[in-house]
């Protein structure tokens, strides 16, 4: 038999334990509400004050960068009237160079040409429609208006031309031309026509408070450099053709 008194000190010891986990547990349970509380009242600061958007403006070459407002808003660059005019009348120049291409398929069957012809033609259809948005979204028109010179409908003439550009009689005659022919005239006309547009990107840079906007920085340089190219590509084909005809 058992005698009472270990019998009551289990039970003592039994209740210490079961109140001393009942503490425990409680704390536990109080860390846990409290985690939550600090959670939940975190979100709702987060909702209530979201953080603000912190724009930077960086400084000039050995300058500090400036926190700006948050209100501050980008605006689309200052734009010089050169700037649309040079837009307006490479559209037009470079409408004449995809006519031109579009004679290639059916005017000869000389293969470099023809690929030549098409990575034109479909270069300049593409900056067309980039400088047609350009224009549209500073509110300008893609057509030239300027005193003094004639309408630029392109499917009338006559045209006022832009440097470089074929006349209608050089139309003319690389519209009748085939073959060798066409291929001579078209070369010739073809590089003519891009170093008019080396032209028109050099006045442009050369004017005053012009070509500062960058997208119109980048597509100008570009066409600069890719026009270069070009003219030396098809100056190579028309030795190369002119030495053949001599053999």
């Not at 005698?3 to 547990?25: D, Q, T």
């Not at 909702?47 to 926190?67: C, F, I, L, N």
């Not at 070369?187 to 050369?206: E, S, W, Y």
């Amino acid at each position: 038999m058992f005698s009472g008194a270990p019998l009551y000190r289990f039970h003592r010891k039994c209740k210490r334990h079961s109140a001393r986990g009942s503490a425990v547990l409680c704390g536990m349970l109080f860390a846990v509400s409290a985690s939550r509380g600090f959670f939940s009242s975190a979100r709702h600061t987060q909702q209530a004050d979201p953080a603000k958007p912190v724009v930077v403006q960086p400084g000039a070459p050995g300058k500090p960068s400036r926190t700006l407002p948050p209100s501050t808003r980008a605006t689309l660059p200052q734009r010089s009237r050169a700037d649309v005019e040079f837009m307006q009348g490479m559209i037009m120049h470079h409408a004449q160079a995809v006519e031109m291409t579009g004679l290639i398929p059916s005017h000869t069957e000389n293969k470099d040409l023809r690929s030549l012809g098409a990575r034109i033609g479909s270069s300049q259809s593409d900056e067309i429609k980039f400088m047609q948005r350009w224009l549209a979204s500073r509110g300008e028109s893609v057509s030239i208006a300027k005193p003094g010179m004639p309408g630029m409908d392109m499917a009338h003439e006559p045209m006022a031309l832009m440097p470089g550009m074929l006349t209608p009689d050089q139309m003319e005659a690389l519209r009748k031309a085939k073959c060798v022919e066409f291929d001579r005239l078209f070369l010739t006309g073809m590089i003519q026509h891009h170093n008019g547009a080396l032209t028109m990107v050099k006045d442009l840079f050369d004017t005053a408070g012009a070509g500062q906007d960058a997208d119109l920085f980048n597509f100008a340089t570009d066409a600069d450099n890719t026009q270069r190219a070009e003219i030396k590509i098809m100056q190579t084909m028309l030795e190369k053709e002119s030495s053949e005809e001599k053999r």
